[in-house]
């Protein structure tokens, strides 16, 4: 899943799960209203209880797929995938698990034999794209062109007036990027990945390989316009993921694609938790990862050239699925907020809150009082039963990326109310 993602709740996931736990202690289904990188939803899941994820962005959806319904190892048949040389990609896949990554503890489904095997033939795959994008350029180029300061299409002018190129990751991985997904959308054209869930498992190993090499400070709304990140010299590579986690016993998961997630609550069943984690401020989180949806989208898109030749701004992106959130407008954000809770059929509604930067505070010293005010008076309305209002604090460190800045406790909130 993505790491670099704003708002990620990876290092915050005891205190939501042990908030679930204590409203649920003998599961349930839990909707994750905006799912984003899906590690709560993830962590949901391995806590044995049912998950309905949403989120605007098509790149969650696939997460979703990949991590959350997908409850076993993708069997697929490898003389399907047309494989040169693929014996020597068998032999060196299985040289791989004898040296020992089958007896890693973090790889604990391949003690089972079936799973063993089933990864062998993934693992395959893999290293076929990985040889693949060692090659040389060939077919379609669209993301080095557009993507890179080499590329033909890449040429931007900001709205300030500032002229340059693309520069999201080198011209080096943005011929790696081609390669490797247009095999990917052939595949997918061929009906080779017609069936289960490794379409979804295959593009996001794309995704989690590029955040590793992209030039950026981890969206993608913008680049360094003079210099390269030094991880964007790192080559591209496929690596597959790692099971735990996903084998699991298979439950009614659900998930959505792009909706609104006012609409999207109110389709589905009955809910014993809502999560929430709305964005706070401006950021239309379509715009700041439109590359991953890209990525996405690749392997479906009938017309490439159409797509591409219609790429705007700075960062490159094609307008046709953005989205603007009323939840990113501060005279919205309220009203959005309780039309979502009055739609959704549940019991308890638990909601994340970052007292920094968003609607109603501009600084980052954790001082914000009227947000945290006006989230009160919301869980106290008559949407909840009176007196079941809580607020639980607590600290957390943000790891900043760029700049020299130093990690430094700030303050995360938890509210939570019983819906009548």
């Not at 709740?9 to 990188?37: H, M, T």
């Not at 033939?121 to 890179?148: A, E, I, R």
């Not at 219609?310 to 046709?320: D, H, I, K, L, S």
Request: with cysteine.
């Amino acid at each position: 899943m993505l790491n670099r993602y704003i708002g990620n709740k990876k290092s915050i996931l005891e205190p939501i799960i042990s908030q679930v736990k204590e409203k649920l202690p003998n599961g349930g289904r839990v909707c994750d209203a905006f799912s984003g990188s899906l590690a709560v939803s993830f962590e949901l899941k391995k806590e044995g209880y049912e998950v309905s994820t949403n989120d605007i962005n098509l790149f969650s959806h696939f997460y979703g797929k990949h991590l959350i319904e997908q409850c076993s190892l993708p069997e697929i048949e490898l003389a399907s995938f047309n494989i040169d040389n693929v014996d020597k990609h068998i032999n060196q896949a299985q040289l791989i698990l004898d040296r020992g990554i089958s007896g890693a503890e973090d790889y604990s489904f391949l003690r089972n034999k079936k799973n063993s095997h089933r990864f062998q033939k993934l693992l395959t795959v893999y290293l076929y794209l990985n040889n693949l994008m060692d090659g040389k350029p060939k077919g379609n180029s669209y993301f080095f062109d557009t993507y890179t300061e080499e590329g033909k299409n890449s040429h931007f002018e900001s709205q300030r007036g500032t002229i340059g190129r693309r520069k999201f990751f080198t011209p080096s991985n943005g011929r790696r990027l081609d390669l490797v997904m247009n095999q990917i959308r052939k595949w997918n054209k061929d009906g080779v990945l017609e069936d289960g869930y490794f379409k979804y498992t295959l593009v996001c190993s794309v995704i989690d390989a590029l955040e590793k090499v992209s030039n950026t400070q981890g969206t993608y709304h913008d680049f360094p316009r003079d210099k390269y990140d030094s991880r964007a010299h790192i080559p591209l590579m496929l690596y597959p993921p790692n099971f735990d986690g996903i084998i699991s016993k298979k439950k009614k998961h659900i998930i959505g694609r792009c909706e609104d997630s006012i609409e999207f609550v109110s389709k589905i069943p009955s809910q014993d938790l809502l999560y929430l984690d709305p964005p706070y401020n401006f950021r239309q989180y379509t715009s700041y990862y439109f590359l991953p949806n890209v990525l996405c989208e690749y392997i479906d898109m009938d017309d490439l050239k159409i797509y591409f030749d219609n790429v705007q701004f700075v960062r490159g992106q094609n307008m046709t699925n953005d989205f603007n959130s009323s939840f990113s407008k501060k005279n919205e954000f309220i009203k959005s907020l309780y039309n979502l809770v009055k739609n959704c059929d549940t019991k308890n509604v638990l909601m994340s809150y970052f007292d920094g930067r968003n609607h109603w505070n501009n600084t980052a010293d954790g001082t914000d009082v009227e947000g945290k005010e006006v989230l009160l008076k919301f869980f106290n309305s008559e949407l909840f039963i009176a007196g079941t209002c809580d607020l639980i604090p607590f600290d957390r460190l943000n790891y900043q990326s760029y700049g020299g800045h130093k990690a430094k406790f700030i303050k995360e909130f938890l509210f939570s109310g019983v819906k009548k």
